[in-house]
């Protein structure tokens, strides 16, 4: 079982950046792929970024290169940087864990196991 608490969440202005982080309860949280999703409103729930056990990275391509995910496995913790932040990229932000990163690779948040809450993410223009 994990549990996922995440913060960081904000209004911000087109062009700015913003951390994203994601605390994990449990001893083997180096086991688990950790990602990102994010659901705008009226909108399905989509994939953002992964990262695997091994520091493998992936990400959607409407944030790559923007984009940037990490883990510190000491602190049971997963983190996405946000930068050249655009008002599509408003939503909210969930993090989510998986031993499998296949779920994530497969796009589809239905696959994932475990979730936090979600943090609110706003870019106004």
């Known amino acids: 079982q994990v549990q996922l608490v995440e913060s960081g969440g904000g209004l911000v202005q087109a062009g700015d950046s913003l951390r994203l982080s994601c605390t994990a309860s449990?001893?083997?949280?180096?086991?688990?792929?950790m990602g990102w999703f994010r659901q705008a409103p009226g909108k399905e729930r989509e994939f953002v970024a992964a990262i695997s056990w091994t520091d493998g990275t992936y990400y959607a391509e409407s944030v790559k290169g923007r984009f940037t995910i990490s883990r510190d496995n000491a602190k049971n913790t997963v983190s996405l940087q946000m930068n050249s932040l655009k008002p599509e990229d408003t939503a909210i932000y969930y993090c989510?864990?998986?031993?499998?990163?296949?779920?994530?690779?497969?796009?589809?948040?239905?696959?994932?196991?475990?979730w936090g809450q979600g943090t609110r993410v706003t870019v106004s223009s």
């Open positions: 989510a864990a998986d031993l499998s990163l296949a779920q994530f690779l497969n796009r589809d948040h239905q696959l994932v196991d475990y």
């Open positions: 449990g001893r083997t949280f180096s086991s688990y792929a």
